[in-house]
């Protein structure tokens, strides 16, 4: 399975991004996908996932209600809708697959795109 991650640029604070990761390989319609991100200086943290029908999401705690995660398995892709953006969501945004289930662990994953960086200014 190979990732390619899109949509990261340069935003100003209280705007809105929408990241893409679309699949290649194989299917993931099968498997649970999730996005992490690492800041400048920091270690890698999750932000969220999503099992593989989509019925069910979850998020780190400090991102409910600002970031959505989605996924369209037709087109074999997920999404990260990140609104009310701040300086400190400034990272690179991974995404990932995970054949075991939608986990916080990014040792739950085992396929991983390249990142796209979305910087926000203040």
């Known amino acids: 399975v190979q990732l390619q991650a899109c949509g990261g640029g340069l935003v100003q604070a209280g705007g809105s991004l929408r990241l893409s990761c679309a699949a290649s390989?194989?299917?993931?319609?099968?498997?649970?996908m999730g996005w992490f991100r690492q800041a400048p200086g920091k270690e890698r943290e999750f932000v969220a996932t999503i099992t593989w029908s989509g019925g069910s999401t979850y998020y780190a705690d400090s991102l409910k209600g600002r970031f959505t995660i989605s996924r369209d398995n037709a087109m074999n892709t997920v999404y990260l809708q990140m609104n009310s953006l701040e300086p400190e969501d400034t990272a690179v945004y991974y995404c990932?697959?995970?054949?075991?289930?939608?986990?916080?662990?990014?040792?739950?994953?085992?396929?991983w795109g390249q990142g796209t960086l979305v910087t926000v200014s203040s």
């Open positions: 390989g194989r299917s993931v319609s099968r498997y649970a």
């Open positions: 990932a697959v995970s054949r075991n289930g939608a986990g916080y662990g990014e040792y739950e994953y085992d396929y």
